[in-house]
């Protein structure tokens, strides 16, 4: 059965060019040797019916829909690679986020990484944010990994693709639960369209540059009982410090950038997520001399946000079950249609504090990376998993102290309030 793509989705699919594709890259960190690839198919083949875009492929044109892929084969979206001794894992996943995914399938694709320093390999995940809705249809990695180490046994799950079916007015009227707030979506929509929703077509590349720091969450969480604030505050604060370092390494006027700031907020628990992601913007305080006022002033900023009883608190985010973080990035990403221009992204997405496996291997971290897009300079993508932070960025700009800065504004707040 077609199921008529969405005027969101809509927007999301026409950010994606050639020249400048416009996807999310996951990279799970897991212990231990990598899995063949088709033990990792067979995993695969047992949850994807959890995330059934996973096997649609768009069809049409104009008026587009998400059809199921006749021919699709998980080996198919399954790849292989090693790092080269000596060589930076940043520069192969600038690589991988410059690659357009395929249009004639399912919008994703895997590779299983190996040569990680340390014996560790890399499952990474490139996937268009608009397969994700949080709702009706999450990231395949929210299926994927488990609370305990769980043997892949067992063979996939049969599945048969639904006949081809032309989207038509009747599905159409099945995407329309609530026609007065879907008409209300809809010219909301229209009006982003016109104004700011698609971005200028353009034939030459930006190359693209990627970096990503750790720490633990204890330290965060020390920071913002002594300044007062919340952790959201302290990671907006060690973002903006890497915003502030790029600014410096590209020689650029030291300016203070508007950033979304997506942010979970309640719907009575109607999706998979347990909230919707609101779009909130803040300008970035990267003039203020000390890491102190630069976290004063987002604390300022980002009050009358916290005082609404509507926002989620991040404690009831990591309860949540299955492994949300990369499904809530990707939403998180698709507030850039809400249509205020703005240089930065930074989407913080808390996950479990308990320890995640994939068959049974650990996790032993997620690195969230979006690329840029529209008048987006950097993104910088946030995530928890067992106690430790990721901050995953990427950028139009060079990188080269992101990860220092971090680490750097951290410890100056540290001293501050012991």
Not at 122 to 136: E, F, K, S, W, Y
Not at 313 to 324: K, W
Not at 330 to 346: N, Y
Request: hydrophobic fraction near 50%; charge should be negative; glycine fraction near 8%.
């Amino acid at each position: 059965m077609a199921d008529p793509v969405s005027m969101t989705e809509s927007l999301l699919l026409a950010r994606d060019q050639p020249a400048q594709p416009w996807h999310q890259l996951s990279m799970l960190v897991v212990d231990g040797s990598a899995p063949t690839p088709a033990t990792l198919a067979r995993l695969i083949g047992q949850r994807i019916g959890y995330a059934p875009r996973f096997r649609q492929k768009l069809a049409g044109t104009g008026l587009q829909s998400w059809i199921d892929d006749r021919g699709f084969r998980v080996a198919g979206h399954l790849k292989t690679a090693t790092l080269p001794a000596g060589a930076a894992i940043e520069a192969w996943l600038a690589d991988q986020l410059a690659l357009p995914l395929d249009r004639l399938h399912p919008l994703w694709d895997a590779t299983i990484l190996s040569g990680l320093p340390g014996g560790a390999w890399a499952l990474v995940v490139r996937t268009h944010p608009a397969l994700i809705d949080g709702a009706d249809h999450v990231h395949l990695l929210h299926e994927l990994l488990d609370e305990q180490p769980t043997p892949i046994a067992g063979e996939p799950i049969a599945w048969e693709p639904a006949a081809e079916e032309a989207p038509g007015f009747t599905g159409l009227l099945r995407n329309l639960g609530d026609p007065v707030r879907a008409l209300k979506d809809a010219a909301a929509g229209l009006g982003g369209l016109a104004q700011y929703g698609v971005r200028q077509a353009t034939t030459v590349a930006t190359p693209r540059q990627v970096a990503a720091v750790e720490c633990a969450l204890a330290d965060l969480k020390l920071v913002a009982a002594g300044a007062g604030c919340t952790v959201h505050d302290v990671i907006v604060a060690l973002a903006t410090a890497g915003v502030r370092g790029a600014q410096i390494s590209g020689e650029r006027l030291l300016h203070e950038p508007v950033a979304l700031i997506p942010l979970a907020v309640d719907d009575d628990g109607a999706s998979a997520l347990g909230c919707l992601v609101a779009a909130q913007f803040v300008q970035l305080p990267v003039t203020a001399i000390t890491a102190r006022e630069r976290l004063d002033v987002i604390a300022t900023l980002t009050q009358a946000r916290i005082d609404s009883d509507r926002l989620v608190p991040a404690r009831e985010l990591t309860e949540l079950a299955g492994f949300p973080p990369p499904s809530s990035h990707a939403v998180a990403a698709a507030t850039v249609t809400s249509g205020r221009p703005h240089e930065v992204l930074i989407a913080n997405v808390p996950g479990p504090s308990t320890p995640r496996w994939l068959g049974e291997q650990r996790v032993r971290a997620l690195h969230a990376f979006a690329s840029t897009v529209d008048d987006q300079v950097i993104t910088v993508g946030v995530s928890s998993l067992a106690d430790r932070v990721s901050f995953a960025a990427s950028a139009v700009v060079p990188l080269p102290r992101f990860a220092r800065d971090v680490a750097e504004e951290l410890g100056v707040l540290l001293r501050a309030v012991r």
